[in-house]
Each structure stands twice: as structure tokens, then as C-alpha cells.
């Protein structure tokens, strides 16, 4: 076990580092110099994932000390967080694998992806980038959010990207980026694969989609919300000729390790987890109290340090709650089970948690093309092609369902989910224990309308491979699940309860509402009944996107600095 005096001699290292030098520290060390336990930061930040690390460059970068907190690792040694062909999907390195539960507590046969090092999930995830629609954006500010609306985030969606325009092969294969649907000048880096992937059948499913689904807008960049619901996928990557590979670009790539980035002013601690939060009698939040993540549950020491103007939770909609909770916030009866003195009464703590159900039907190539790797995917890029449908009599214009086409191995395939789900879980603590991971309940299709909306695009999916673009690809367009099709509702329903798994865009757990309502945050992310404690991260967004949240998560996260700035 690290021992008490040696998470000390961390901080000490950190500190000191840092204070004659101009460069970004990170370290995990923990065998340097002692140090008193009252050092003080200006603002300590749990999480180096993409909200902690975005909102501690600016802060940083406005002259302030910052510590970040970060449960995991630097994984940047690992080709298989740094180049995105690398990447084995299922891969647990970076990978919390957190156990999901049903409601009688039973757990659930998938796990809960999450990344575990500095970068968080922009270090595993699908790397899939487009904006979410003005409409969805103005609906934060309807829940009583003022400020939280299209017109002043997107000039933070502007400024976090740099998009690498497609190549003339590439926008003769239907790749583009439309002018305003991006930046040019950002640290997050986004292009199209070279040379884009399976291209021939990206552009058989544009042809299969537009026939299943009449109206579908297909187009060149889905980042055109106003005129384009299907496109070829964009992704948060750079082509490196040096080793032909496709380098990711996380929030680590473009805040933490870029050259132009480094701020005196900024720590980040590795391999270690916050425990809970430190106040003064009148719920001021004065620091945390944390350890290191490879403690032993049965015997742990904590440290603690100091933040001079405020405490910020970036850990993400599956961790933030739980600190919150371990600090005596939230719902009495969770708190009381887990053997923690509640400070202030928040029930909407780990309610409201949301996330988009998500399975896939595939079809069986015919052997003539299974060698073609312009049909079959060979290289790792996860669904080249995206189409986002509307139920025009429900919401017109609003898409419900992504449905993300794809191949691999003897088969085509298509993964998809509904897109703005009602149905909500709820996620919490069952021990003071830190180490212990929390119980999250999921809940995914328990809403009637997510269920229909389930079926609906179960259905629909198989159509894609019987329609007649297909003609003489496909052997079989009903490979798998075997529902023939004459399949029942119920039949449908049954299986994708046997095969879904979370899309790993997790929201809601701290909500951005009116506390009446259930929010745990206000407008400015303040925790409600707290002072200099905020959240900033996926869990302060109470409803679900019709985009993936990476995107918007930086345009939320930056806008937060600023708040923090002004305040």
C-alpha cells in the first residue's frame, strides 16, 4: 500500500516542479519530498478526462493554479490509445468496465465503458464527430437554464475543433465539410479517413437508406443539421504519413500534451482517486480529500488538499454523482445505506441518469465479396456511415434513431438506438468506500415510447440489406438475429432486450435543472446549496442529444470556464 507520507511527497513534486518551470506536470510519483497537508490550489478539478482537462487549461491559462485529480493512468504510452487503427473494441486497457445492474439488482451481461486514464473516453471512444441540432441546444435554456442555448455555445464548438478538409478522393467518395459546420482553428483535431473506409459499401448503404427511409437527407457532412440526416462519418483523428496510421486526437492530444498548450500553472496527479469533498460549516467547499487508486479497500489513508477559490467535479456522469454522495449530498435514504452523514438534502443526485440503448442486426455477405475491402472493413474505423432519422409525425425535423452502417468479418451490419429516450436510471453508492465501484442501474427501454421506437428500427434495419442496392451482396439479409420477416413486435422487442448495451453517452446524473425539478446544478453549475463546488461534465446534461456527446461536451465545458472566469 502507497503510504500516507508518500501521497504527500507527490503533491510536493507537483508543486515544485511546476513552480520553477513553464511546462504542464504530470506525474504519479510518489516517493519525492514531504510536504504539509494544508497545501492550497486555486481551483482543484477531479477527472482529467475532457471536461476536467478543458476547463483546467483555461484556468490555467488565465494565471491560476490548477491540480487535477485523475483516478487512471497516462495511457499515452499505448499505441492503442494513440492511433485509432490500434484500437481493439472491448479493449479494457483505459477501461473502467464498470458492472450494470437491473432494478431487483441482478447484474446485467455487459459492462459500462468509460475511460480509466488521462483523456478519459475521448482516449477509447468511436471518435465519431458531429454537432447536435440548434433546436435540442435552445431546449437546455427552456428547462430554465438562461445563457444555455445555440447562439452561445457555438462559438465553442467553433473553437475547440480543427478540421483537415477531405481530399479531391475523398469528396469524389462522398466525403465534405460544409463552410460554418466547423472550425479551422481549434486544438481537437477532426478529418476522414485515408483513404475513407469500405467506400464502396458507404455508398451502397447511402442508396439503401434513402430507399428504406423516404425523405432521408443524404449529403456530405452531418454536421449540416439544417439539410443533411445521412453522411459519411467524420472523425476525431489525423492522418500521420509517417506511419500510415491515423493518430487519435483526445482532449489529452489537443489541452495536455500539445507544445502550444503547456501552462506553468497546471498539475495533474495520475493514479489517483478522490474520496469525497472537504467544507467549512457553512458548505463552502475548501478541497478534497482523495488516495491512491490502488489502495486496499480494507485499509486506506487519505489525503487532503486545498482550493483556495473552488472545487470542480469533471469525473463524469458515472463518477462525479458518487463523489457528491460521499460527501454527504444527496437523497437521505441513499446516504443513510451507505453510512454517511447527509450535509445537504439533493435527491436529484444520480437520478435522471440516461443513456441511449444500443444493439445491431447483420447480414450475410456473399462469399464472392467477403475478400473485397471495399465492402468488408478491415481497418477499425467504427461505422463510416451515419444516418439519423426523424418520425416526421412525432417531431418533424428531430431525428429519434442513429443508425450507424457498418462490416466486418462475413457480414454487413448496422448498430443503431433511439436517440432522445425517455426512460432514466439511476446511479449511487452503497458504501463510504471510494474504491468500491458504484451500483448503476441503468433502465435502458423501460419507457413505452424508447421500446417502439426500438422496435421500429430493429425492423427497418433489415429492409437496408433486402433493398436492392444489396442485390447480389447480400446472401442473407435476416443472418442475424434469425426473425424472419414476418417477425412479431414482440419477438423483436425480446431480442434487443437479449442484446443491447449502452451507447456510452451517459448524461443526467447531475443535472443542469431547477432544483424543484431535480437538478443538482444551477445555470452557472453551482451544486445547489453548496459554495465554490461545481460539476462540469456529460452528467450536468438533463436530456439526451441527436449527436454524439463529445462534441458538445467540449462547447459546454469551455463555456464553463468562461462562467468560472466571469464569476
Not at 439526451?544 to 465545458?557: C, D, I, K, R
Request: charged content about 15%; glycine content about 10%; some cysteine.
Amino acid at each position: 500500500m502507497t503510504s500516507f507520507g508518500a501521497v504527500r511527497r507527490a503533491l510536493v513534486a507537483l508543486f515544485l516542479s511546476a513552480a520553477w518551470g513553464s511546462c504542464t506536470t504530470v506525474t504519479n510519483e510518489t516517493d519525492i519530498i514531504d510536504i504539509a497537508t494544508n497545501r492550497t490550489f486555486d481551483y482543484v478539478i477531479a477527472g482529467a478526462g475532457l471536461s476536467g482537462l478543458t476547463v483546467g487549461n483555461k484556468l490555467s491559462g488565465a494565471g491560476f493554479s490548477v491540480l487535477i485529480i485523475e483516478a487512471g493512468p497516462d495511457g499515452s504510452w499505448n499505441p492503442a490509445i494513440s492511433y485509432a487503427e490500434d484500437r481493439v473494441w472491448g479493449d479494457t486497457f483505459c477501461n473502467w468496465k464498470y458492472p450494470a445492474y437491473a432494478e431487483n439488482g441482478t447484474q446485467l451481461k455487459w459492462k459500462v465503458d468509460s475511460g480509466a486514464c488521462i483523456g478519459g473516453s475521448t482516449s477509447i471512444n468511436g471518435m465519431v464527430w458531429y454537432r447536435p441540432a440548434k433546436a435540442e441546444l435552445d431546449k437546455l435554456e427552456s428547462l430554465g437554464n438562461p445563457g444555455w442555448n445555440w447562439n452561445n455555445l457555438l462559438p465553442y464548438f467553433e473553437a475547440s475543433e480543427r478540421v483537415i478538409p477531405p481530399s479531391p478522393d475523398q469528396v469524389a467518395q462522398g466525403a465534405g465539410t460544409v463552410p460554418g459546420a466547423h472550425g479551422s482553428d481549434g486544438v481537437v483535431n477532426t478529418s476522414y479517413p485515408t483513404p475513407l473506409s469500405i467506400p464502396k459499401a458507404v455508398n451502397l448503404y447511402k442508396q439503401a437508406v434513402s430507399l428504406t427511409f423516404p425523405g432521408l437527407a443524404v449529403g456530405e457532412d452531418l454536421s449540416d443539421r439544417d439539410s443533411v440526416s445521412s453522411a459519411t462519418t467524420l472523425y476525431t483523428v489525423w492522418y500521420d504519413p509517417a506511419t500510415g496510421k491515423h493518430r487519435r486526437s483526445s482532449a489529452a492530444d489537443g489541452y495536455l500534451w500539445d507544445p502550444n498548450q503547456q501552462r506553468a500553472g497546471l498539475f495533474v496527479l495520475t493514479t489517483h482517486k478522490i474520496d469525497k469533498v472537504l467544507f467549512r460549516n457553512d458548505t463552502t467547499a475548501t478541497g478534497v480529500s482523495f488516495l491512491p487508486t490502488n489502495s486496499s479497500s480494507s485499509s486506506f489513508e487519505t489525503l487532503e488538499v486545498y482550493a483556495r477559490k473552488g472545487v470542480i467535479l469533471s469525473a463524469g456522469s458515472l463518477a462525479s454523482a458518487p463523489i457528491l454522495e460521499r460527501s454527504g449530498i444527496g437523497r437521505s435514504d441513499v446516504l443513510k445505506a451507505a453510512g454517511i452523514e447527509q450535509l445537504i438534502d439533493l435527491p436529484g443526485v444520480g437520478a435522471n441518469l440516461n443513456d441511449q440503448p444500443g444493439t445491431g442486426t447483420s447480414a450475410l455477405v456473399a462469399e464472392g465479396y467477403q475478400s473485397d475491402t471495399g465492402i468488408i472493413n478491415k481497418r477499425g474505423f467504427f461505422a463510416p456511415e451515419i444516418s439519423l432519422i426523424s418520425v416526421n409525425e412525432l417531431w418533424p425535423g428531430v431525428p429519434v434513431v442513429e443508425l450507424l452502417a457498418d462490416s466486418g468479418g462475413e457480414t454487413l451490419f448496422t448498430a443503431f438506438w433511439p436517440l432522445l429516450t425517455l426512460s432514466r436510471g439511476h446511479i449511487h453508492i452503497d458504501t463510504s468506500d471510494p474504491l468500491v465501484h458504484p451500483l448503476i442501474t441503468p433502465r435502458l427501454l423501460e419507457d413505452s415510447f424508447d421500446a417502439a421506437v426500438a422496435i421500429s428500427i430493429a425492423r427497418a434495419s433489415r429492409s437496408v440489406f433486402s433493398s436492392p442496392p444489396f442485390k447480389g451482396i447480400v446472401a442473407n439479409a435476416y443472418y442475424d438475429p434469425a426473425i424472419g420477416p414476418n417477425g412479431t413486435d414482440a419477438e423483436y422487442l425480446a431480442w434487443y432486450k437479449s442484446s443491447m448495451f449502452g451507447a456510452s453517452h451517459w448524461i443526467g446524473s447531475t443535472s443542469m435543472m431547477p432544483r424543484h425539478l431535480g437538478g443538482v446544478v444551477d445555470h452557472r453549475l453551482r451544486v445547489y446549496g453548496t459554495k465554490q463546488l461545481r460539476v462540469v461534465d456529460a452528467g450536468i446534461l438533463p436530456l439526451q442529444l441527436t449527436s454524439h456527446t463529445m462534441s458538445t461536451l467540449y462547447a459546454v465545458s469551455a463555456r464553463a470556464a468562461d462562467l468560472i472566469l466571469d464569476n
